[in-house]
C-alpha cells in the first residue's frame, strides 16, 4: 500500500468510535473516520422516521457518558443537553395502585410505603449500598484491565494495584461486591425489600439488554452497572437528550472535527488489510483502499475478527474464543408516533407525572421472569416486560405540534427463534405488544398514528449490531473485565499488531457511556509514542 496519510482510521462511527476519534485528534493525531450509515451514532441516533417526526430508534436515554469525556470534550459547547427524568419510574398495577420514583426521596419514599412501611424505611440503606459499591466501581470503568493470565512479573503492579482498591473497600463490602457479581437480581433484591412491586420496578434495570431473567445468577451485577451514571453530576438520574440521542453522537462528532479528526458517511470498510501480522489500513466497498499506520475497529468482536479479517491472519485458537463469545440479545424496539398521551387506567390524569417517567409495564418478579422463560425457548414472550418513554414531554420539538413519540423497548424478544422467523413474527409480536399495553392504557389504539417494528433481526441489519445484543455481547462475568471479549487481549490491544478494538465488546460493556472509546485512546496514545 502507499505511505499512510492517517494516523488512525477509527472503522465504525458509533459513539465509541468517535471518542476515540476525539481524543486522538485532540493529542494531534490525524484521524479518519469511516461509517457505514449515512450518519454517524450507531445504535445512539436520532431519525426522521415519519416526516416531522424524529426518532431515537435505538438508544433512548443517558446516564452513562462519564463526566470526564464531557468535561475534556466540552460536549455542551457542541450542544450535548440533557433533561433529568422526573419522576424517574412510573409503575402500574392491576390492582389500580402506582408507585412512583422521584427526585425528591420523600415523595419516592411516599410512594414505597403505600406497598410496604419496612421497604420505605430500608430503601436510603439500599441506595446507599448500592453508592458505596457503585463509587468503588466507577474509576475502574477508565482504566485498563489487569492482563489475565498475567504474562509475566511486569503484570504483577497492575494486580497489585487492584488488590490495594479492594482493601480499601472494608471487608463487608468486598464481600457485598463478589456477590454482587454473582447473585441473581431477584435474590439481591430479596434480601432487601418485600414488596412484589417495589422489586419488580427495581428488577428492570437489572434485565433491560440481558439475555437472562431476574433470576438468573449476574442480574445483579446488570442492575448495579445502570447506577454507574449521573446527570448533571446527581448519580443515578437517567435523562432526555435534547434532540434525541443522536446529539449525543453529534456532539462528540463536532468536538472530533473541532480537533481535525475527519468523517466520512456511507463509507462501509469491508475488509481490514493484513500483512505480516500488521494492520496496515482498510478496504471500502466502493473499492478504495485507504493505509493508516494504526486500524481502530468500533465494530463487535465477531464482526471485527469473522468478517473484516481473513482468517489466515489470526490463530486458531483465537478464532474458536471469538466464535464462543456469547452476543445474541433478546431484545426488540417499537417506536410510535401518537396523536395523543397515553390514558393509563391507574392514573388517567392526562398529561400527568407518569408521561414524563420511564414507565414499566410488569407487576412482579414471577411476571419479568415468566417472560424470559418463553425466551430462552426461542418464543417471543407472550407477556414481555415493557418500558416506555415518551421524549416530547420533555423536547416537543422531536414532533409536530400537539404530537408526540413514545419509544416501547420490550424484554424479551429472543434473536433465534425455534419456530418461524421474525419477518413472519413482526406483526403477530407487534399485536401481543399492544395487547399487554392495552391492558393498561385502553385508549393505545386510538392515538397509534405510525409504527416502527424493530425486531432483533432489523437491529442486527440496520445497526450492524451481531446477535442483536445492543451490548455488543453478554455481560456475563466470563465476559467481563479482563475477559472481555476474550482472556488475554482485554487491553484494546489484538493479535494483529496495529489493529485496536475501542467498542462495547471491549471493558465495561455496554450502554452509551464511551468509556470504552477513552480507554483505547488512551492505550493508543501509549504506544503511539513508538511510532
Known amino acids: 500500500m502507499s505511505t499512510p496519510v492517517y494516523d488512525a482510521i477509527i472503522c465504525g462511527g458509533g459513539h465509541n468510535g468517535l471518542v476515540t476519534a476525539a481524543y486522538l485528534a485532540k493529542a494531534g493525531r490525524k484521524v479518519l473516520v469511516l461509517e457505514r450509515r449515512e450518519f454517524v451514532g450507531g445504535c445512539s441516533v436520532t431519525e426522521e422516521v415519519w416526516p416531522g417526526y424524529r426518532v431515537s430508534t435505538a438508544a433512548y436515554l443517558t446516564s452513562l457518558l462519564q463526566e470526564r469525556i464531557i468535561r475534556d470534550l466540552e460536549l455542551e459547547r457542541h450542544g450535548y443537553i440533557v433533561d433529568a427524568k422526573d419522576p424517574s419510574f412510573f409503575s402500574p398495577f392491576p390492582d389500580g395502585r402506582t408507585l412512583f420514583f422521584w427526585q425528591d426521596e420523600k415523595q419516592t419514599l411516599a410512594s414505597i410505603a403505600q406497598f410496604s412501611r419496612r421497604d420505605a424505611e430500608r430503601f436510603p440503606a439500599y441506595e446507599a449500598h448500592l453508592e458505596r459499591i457503585a463509587r468503588f466501581l466507577e474509576p475502574m470503568l477508565l482504566s485498563t484491565p489487569p492482563e489475565f493470565p498475567p504474562r509475566g512479573l511486569s503484570d504483577l503492579p497492575d494486580y497489585i494495584r487492584l488488590l490495594a482498591r479492594f482493601h480499601g473497600l472494608g471487608r463487608r463490602d468486598t464481600v457485598d461486591l463478589v456477590r454482587i457479581f454473582t447473585l441473581s437480581a431477584a435474590d439481591f433484591l430479596d434480601e432487601w425489600f418485600e414488596s412484589e412491586e417495589l422489586k419488580a420496578t427495581l428488577a428492570t434495570d437489572a434485565v433491560i439488554g440481558a439475555n437472562g431473567g431476574p433470576r438468573s445468577p449476574g442480574t445483579a451485577y446488570i442492575l ?8 448533571g453530576g446527581k448519580r443515578g438520574l437517567w435523562g432526555f437528550v435534547r434532540g434525541g440521542m443522536g446529539a449525543v453522537s453529534e456532539a462528540i462528532a463536532s468536538a472530533a472535527r473541532s480537533y481535525g479528526a475527519e468523517i466520512r458517511t456511507a463509507a462501509p470498510v469491508t475488509r481490514i488489510q493484513v500483512a505480516s501480522g500488521t494492520a496496515l489500513g482498510v478496504a471500502l466497498e466502493n473499492g478504495a483502499e485507504i493505509p493508516a499506520r494504526i486500524v481502530v475497529s468500533n465494530l463487535d468482536p465477531k464482526r471485527t475478527f469473522l468478517e473484516l479479517i481473513e482468517a489466515r491472519h489470526l490463530e486458531p485458537e483465537f478464532q474458536a474464543a471469538i466464535r464462543r463469545y456469547r452476543c445474541e440479545g433478546a431484545s426488540a424496539k417499537i417506536n410510535l408516533a401518537l396523536d395523543g398521551l397515553p390514558e393509563f387506567r391507574a392514573a388517567p390524569e392526562t398529561p400527568g407525572p407518569q408521561h414524563r417517567a420511564t414507565m414499566h409495564i410488569c407487576p412482579s418478579i414471577d411476571y419479568i421472569e415468566q417472560a424470559w422463560d418463553d425466551a430462552k425457548y426461542g418464543r ?3 407477556a414481555p416486560l415493557l ?12 414532533a409536530p405540534e400537539g404530537k408526540h413519540i413514545m419509544g416501547i423497548f420490550i424484554q424479551y424478544a429472543p434473536y433465534r427463534l425455534r419456530d418461524g422467523d421474525w419477518e413472519a413474527m413482526r406483526e403477530p409480536f407487534y399485536e401481543r405488544v399492544l395487547e399487554v399495553l392495552e391492558e393498561y392504557v385502553p385508549n393505545i389504539r386510538s392515538i397509534v398514528a405510525e409504527r416502527q417494528v424493530l425486531t432483533p433481526l432489523d437491529i442486527e441489519r440496520r445497526f450492524g449490531i451481531t446477535g442483536a445484543n445492543i451490548f455488543h455481547g453478554e455481560m456475563s462475568l466470563d465476559q467481563m473485565y479482563s475477559m ?8 484494546y490491544r489484538t493479535p494483529i499488531r496495529g489493529l485496536y478494538l475501542c467498542g462495547s465488546g471491549t471493558h465495561p460493556g455496554g450502554g452509551v457511556m464511551g468509556a470504552p472509546g477513552y480507554n483505547a485512546a488512551r492505550e493508543i496514545l501509549k504506544d503511539a509514542r513508538r511510532w
Open 484 to 491: 472481555r471479549p476474550v482472556a488475554g487481549w482485554a487491553r
Open 387 to 398: 418500558e416506555l418513554t415518551i421524549p416530547t414531554m420533555y423536547d416537543p420539538s422531536l
Open 224 to 231: 448495579l452497572h445502570h447506577t454507574m451514571g449521573g446527570v
Open 380 to 382: 417471543p414472550s407472550r
